[in-house]
């Protein structure tokens, strides 16, 4: 029985997914608190910055991520070490464009700026771009490389370490928030400064960049970058257009409660999609069709079934989620606002059903070296989005609209990523259901033989 649980531990789907709860639980236990440290507006601005830094961190690494991913699961010795080189050198000079472009936005547009609660990001993020450079660098690596373990205790030092500040400021030292902004950059600092030392982010490689390699990257990129931007203002647009919108920092912080809670949803979908990228690109690279399909029908399945018990638990539950993560305050009509908080939460149960087709259909283009198509399946749903969330917020003024448009522009997503996928490889949806179902059957097998064995 010891065997065979050291054996799941040291899986990497467990291990993947190990590190995804730590990370969400941390993340989501520190939001609860900050969101009882911080009057409603304050929450708001902290909840811009975020997002904001999100978005520009999916920009900075869109460029270099996945096509690094894809590449260096089939590259081997000095070829490996060349794309980790050119890797490093495409995303200095990318942090360092951006820490300008932000840095002179900011001298020419100061009043506006400090006016929309966008202020503390365009101050800090040129900072923490930098210190989380190294950090980013490895971390990536580390996923090319199906480095889990390692991955899980970088992930660690971030999420447990700011959590620990946040605690520490909620009982005893009540930070202000540029305060707390420091805080979040001296534990990435921690962080980026174990990696380096350890060697784990590959920037002494960058003598070894050549323009081939780094030619193949970006051509690759290109449309990854805009997909990557593209999936997170899926995520993130509501919050930018309800800040520009007469509703305010306010319902910016009573929709990130339920939002937030979304991530119990994608625990689950980020681990088994970080395993089943270079899975899917290693088959696909060899050629090896039907091992690809096999994978994306598996993977798919498995994730609906589960997400299918998750999302039943957030509807039934959606009271209590709201209160253990906001608070009461959080609870029920808001007076200010006007909006229910669980009522978007249940909406965000039901768009959580969809996500893992519509996950598995993206990175199975992008894995059978089909970015472009992936880009324009992101593309439509970002319009959808958007233009949902204007007609939400500016003409019916309602938030649980707004949680409405992200079913409608994920069921654009699986329509358009998997007409294209089925047209590349021939699939039978079919499958996606009954490979589901054998995979816990063979994970039960497993677990019963391992154990009757050991009687």
Known sequence: ????????????????????????????????????????????????????????????????????????????????????????????????????????????????????????????????????????????????????????????????????????????????LVQLVWAFLIIDAVASGICILMGWDGLKYIRKATWENSKTLLHFSKYTTFTLIGTNLLRSADTFIISFSPLGTAAVALYSIPMKLTELQQIPLRSFAATAFPKLSKASMHNKIEEVKEVFYTYSGAMTYLFMAISLFTFVFADFLILILGGSQYLGTDPVTGFNAATIMRIFSIYGLLLPIDRMTGIGLDSINKPNINFMKVLYMVIANVVGDIIAIFIFKSLSLVAVASIFFTTIGIWVGYYYMDRELSLNYRLIFSRGIDFYKTIYGKLRNKTSGNH
């Not at 608190?33 to 708001?44: D, I, K, P, Q, S």
């Open 1 to 176: 029985m010891l065997n065979t649980i050291k054996k799941i531990v040291r899986e990497d789907n467990f291990l993947s997914l190990a590190g995804n709860l730590i990370i969400s639980f941390m993340g989501i236990a520190g939001f609860a608190l900050l969101a009882r440290t911080f009057e409603m507006e304050v929450f708001g601005e902290w909840v811009i910055f975020i997002s904001a830094a999100a978005l520009i961190e999916m920009f900075r690494y869109g460029i270099i991520n996945t096509a690094i991913v894809r590449y260096l699961s089939g590259a081997e010795h000095e070829e490996r070490l060349k794309y980790i080189g050119s890797n490093g050198l495409i995303g200095i000079i990318a942090t360092i464009l951006i820490c300008m472009l932000l840095l002179v936005c900011l001298f020419v547009f100061s009043k506006p700026i400090h006016n929309t609660g966008y202020e503390i990001f365009f101050e800090w993020y040129p900072l923490l771009a930098l210190i989380n450079f190294p950090m980013n660098m490895a971390l990536v690596i580390m996923q090319a490389d199906l480095q889990f373990g390692k991955i899980l205790f970088i992930r660690s030092v971030e999420s447990v370490g700011f959590f620990l500040v946040v605690a520490a400021n909620f009982f005893f030292f009540h930070m202000t």
